[in-house]
């Protein structure tokens, strides 16, 4: 059974920096693109990260480029979101998301963590 | 960026019904197109892909069309559990993705 787990999220003040996990099971994980998305309180879903199975392709919404880094340990079956000068915009649950092989879509989801920026 | 633009934003139905939510691109996405479901405190689960193609497990009610710009998801007969928040979301321009606002579906 495909398993994703969020973690790391809490409240941090406007400017702070905060490292999501996410750790994976249940299939092979090297094998696979993964991503982050996000959906603040009360509204729709955004796409944040992506990173390719070996590490060596990531990419961002615009809203967080330079700020946000995406990785992953294949060793460790993890993936990780770096997040640094956070804003109060950032606010939202952040979900760890596995790209289907066949198609781009997010076939798999983890529970999400919720992260707050407010002093 | 593609943008996805979806209707109604809410949208109130009854047990039995028949209910459509449409989706719009920016531009063409050759049916690279994908529908969520998503009930409150939970995360989304894919439904549909390649705008028509049925997730495994997921009812035959549910069904997706459309081309170029625009596409619909129908639910044939609603069911109770399928009261939730409908998404959208276009993969044409991967690795960038792009969803739509939402469709709120409501029990009437």
Known sequence: ?119 | DIQMTQSPSSLSASVGDRVTITCRASQGISNSLAWYQQKPGKAPKLLLYAASRLESGVPSRFSGSGSGTDYTLTISSLQPEDFATYYCQQYYSTPWYTFGQGTKLEIK
């Open chain 1, 1 to 119: 059974e495909v398993q994703l787990v969020e973690s790391g999220g809490g409240l941090v003040q406007p400017g702070g920096s905060l490292r999501l996990s996410c750790a994976a099971s249940g299939f092979t994980f090297s094998s696979y693109w993964m991503s982050w998305v996000r959906q603040a309180p009360g509204k729709g879903l955004e796409w944040v990260a992506n990173i390719k199975q070996d590490g060596s392709e990531k990419y961002y919404v615009d809203s967080v480029k330079g700020r946000f880094t995406i990785s992953r340990d294949n060793a460790k079956n993890s993936l990780y979101l770096q997040m640094n000068s956070l804003r109060a915009e950032d606010t939202a649950v952040y979900y760890c998301a596995r790209v289907g092989g066949s198609y781009p879509t997010f076939d798999y989801w983890g529970q999400g963590t919720l992260v707050t920026v407010s002093s």
